[in-house]
């Protein structure tokens, strides 16, 4: 769903992002679910700002509840087709995806290859599909 209306332009330089394992990639976390006592840091939700760089992406990847997406800058491309700034995207539980930014990987992010910045809340946690962790909102780093 395209939000009609909705222009955003940032700078996001002076962001403190936080290295992924995935090339190109980078987040900052915002907030994160608590977990309860006995209940596995890889099951938390956590809400996050993700940077892709042009034409870097995720792995493919399983939500554990639904995830929320709305397209800051840029767009990506994944098994939904494209989304790009001012789309609201909604993945339902069990969905998987593999999300990968729009744009020349062989170029650097600029007004004409813009890296894809996303406000994401994702409940539930996250998990590759080959059954390693992806997204533990209460460490510093994203597999």
Partial sequence: MHVPGLELTA???GVAWRATSSE?????LLAS???PEGTPKAEAGATVLIRMEPGHGYPPHRHGDVEEVL????GYRDERGEHRAGDYVR???GS?????ALGDALRPASEDNPACVLFATAR?????VDGTLTHAPN?????
């Fill in 24 to 28: 190109g990639v980078r987040w900052l």
């Fill in 124 to 128: 539930g946690g996250i998990s590759r």
């Fill in 96 to 100: 998987v995806h593999a999300p990968v």
């Fill in 139 to 143: 460490s510093h780093r994203v597999s």
């Fill in 11 to 13: 700078d996001t330089a």
């Fill in 33 to 35: 679910e608590a977990c």
């Fill in 71 to 74: 397209v800051l800058a840029g």
């Fill in 91 to 93: 993945y339902e539980a």
